[in-house]
Nanobody
């Protein structure tokens, strides 16, 4: 049974930092492309960052230079280090896994799933001004 469990969300002030984690189980983690997505209240879900099995990464323009995606294959864990947080970063953050889809190019894929095969339940990030 595939499970993706996010943690690390919380409430911080603008300019602060948070580190999200996503613990994966039930599949061969290292062979999947992993991504972080977010959905703010009243808005569509959007891609934030992705990392492929070879370590290649991609980022949404809105987070470039502030967020860093990484993974520890030995721990089957995905991370998202978020610095210089802004109120507009407030959202539910989800991690997701894709076996075949080119998740580094998520913006080219159908937004209903962005080609991801598995999703976590999310962790809430709230940034106050």
């Amino acid at each position: 049974q595939v499970q993706l469990v996010e943690s690390g969300g919380g409430s911080v002030q603008s300019g602060g930092s948070l580190r999200l984690s996503c613990a994966a189980s039930g599949y061969t983690y290292s062979s999947y492309c992993m991504g972080w997505f977010r959905q703010a209240p009243g808005k569509e879900r959007e891609g934030v960052a992705a990392i492929d099995s070879d370590g290649s990464t991609s980022y949404a323009d809105s987070v470039k230079g502030r967020f860093t995606i990484s993974q520890d294959n030995a721990k089957n864990t995905l991370y998202l280090q978020m610095n210089s947080l802004k109120p507009e970063d407030t959202a539910m953050y989800y991690c997701a896994a894709a076996k075949m889809a080119p998740c580094l190019l998520w913006w080219l894929l159908p937004p209903d799933s962005y080609g991801m095969d598995y999703w976590g339940k999310g962790t809430l990030v709230t940034i106050s001004s």
